[in-house]
Each structure stands twice: as C-alpha cells, then as structure tokens.
T-cell receptor, first 112, second 114 residues
Framework: DGGITQSPKYLFRKEGQNVTLSCEQN?????MYWYRQDPGQGLRLIYY???????QKGDIAEGYSVSREKKESFPLTVTSAQKNPTAFYLC???????????FGSGTRLTVV | AQSVTQLDSQVPVFEEAPVELRCNYS??????LFWYVQYPNQGLQLLLK??????LVKGINGFEAEFNKSQTSFHLRKPSVHISDTAEYFC????????????FGKGTLLTVNP
C-alpha cells in the first residue's frame, strides 16, 4: 500500500545538537510539506517543495533546513539555531488535482 | 490569499448527542474544502472533501458537511457522537487552479463525554 512514512516516532536530543527527521513517500506525489504542531496553535508550515531540487520557506522556517534530492524523500533538519524545537512534526505530500494532503504519523521531538 | 476560521477551539458534548463544528473561509476564487481528523499522537486523516456538485458531502465515521457558498461556510456535523470521536478536527481550503497548498484552520478539539 502507498503511504508516507516518518521516522522515528519519538526522538530525544540534547540542546545544541542538530537533528534530522525523515519523511519518505511512495505515492509518486510531486509536493511535500513539513509542519510543526504545538498545543493550541494548529499546524504551522515550515518548508514545502513542489519539485525535486526546489523548496520554499513556509511561515516558520528559521532554525530549520530541508533538502529534496529525490522525489520520494524530504528530510527536515532541526538546527541548534531553532530556539524552541520541542514539538510534534508532521510531514505531508500531495499532487495536482482535487485531492488534499496525505499525512505521515508524525515525529515527536523532545530537546533536553 | 485564502484563510480559514474555525470558530470554536473546543467543543465538549455528551455521548449520543449531535455535534456541529463550524468552519468559515475567505477566498476571492472558487475553492476545494476539506475536513481532517487527528487522534492523539497521530497524523491527520481525511474525513471528507467538497470539490463540486452537491453541497452536502458525506464522509467516513458518519460525518457530513455542508458547503454554503453565500455564507462561505463548510460546517461539519454528526447526528450522534461516540466516545471514539474524541479528537481534533481541522478544516482546510485550497483555491481551484492554484498550486498544491492547503490553508488550515487552527483546529477544534471535540471531547465526547460519557
């Protein structure tokens, strides 16, 4: 079955360390997205990519970086410049047409 | 640019009661509309979508939504809720002919009490 996989589900890191969250899809979707979710704040867009080797900043890109070297993969790096990285991170993908997004199951990052 | 407003951040109801979760949108062009559900510590799952045609859309788990163009609304309803419907619900809009991006509301937490 096609889907979108985020790994790991839980991630713990020490303050000051960079960490990379994985997102892989086998839906042949062109576009991929990263969202951050904090209690009571809904979904906030970090970065998105509509084609390979191209991506755009979302609303809260500071302290994050991404790459899109393959259509299937869109990893997110949370850098030490991100002031408050502890959050639930969601990856999604979509294609042109009338469908919405397909979401992964999320990664909960805790920085201590 | 489009925007989405979910009018209630939290909705508590008793089991077997009806529920309505409200969503209003703003856009200068025609739109597609979506409702997603998120259970704790999970991703979002599509409940239903309005693309065109009949304004009453039926989705999974007994939910339905009605598109009202004049009021720019897309409210979600269920005639009788279960404990298992406790979750956060997100309304989203996408402009027709635009790129891929959805705009999400801030979510409504539905809590079903016994």
């Amino acid at each position: 079955d096609g889907g979108i996989t985020q790994s790991p589900k839980y991630l713990f890191r020490k303050e000051g360390q960079n960490v990379t969250l994985s997102c892989e899809q086998n839906l042949n979707h062109d576009a991929m997205y990263w969202y951050r979710q904090d209690p009571g704040q809904g979904l906030r867009l970090i970065y998105y990519s509509q084609i390979v080797n191209d991506f755009q900043k979302g609303d809260i890109a500071e302290g994050y970086s991404v790459s899109r070297e393959k259509k299937e993969s869109f990893p997110l790096t949370v850098t030490s410049a991100q002031k408050n990285p502890t959050a639930f991170y969601l990856c999604a993908s979509s294609n042109r047409g009338q469908n919405g997004y397909t979401f992964g199951s999320g990664t909960r990052l805790t920085v201590v | 640019a489009q925007s989405v407003t979910q009018l209630d951040s939290q909705v508590p109801v008793f089991e077997e009661a009806p529920v309505e979760l409200r969503c209003n949108y703003s856009s200068s062009v025609s739109v597609y509309l979506f409702w997603y559900v998120q259970y704790p510590n999970q991703g979002l799952q599509l409940l239903l979508k309005y693309l065109s045609g009949s304004t009453l859309v039926k989705g999974i788990n007994g939910f339905e939504a009605e598109f009202n163009k004049s009021q720019t609304s897309f409210h979600l309803r269920k005639p009788s809720v279960h404990i298992s419907d406790t979750a956060e619900y997100f309304c989203a809009v996408r402009e027709k002919g635009s790129n891929y991006k959805l705009t999400f509301g801030k979510g409504t937490l539905l809590t079903v009490n016994p």
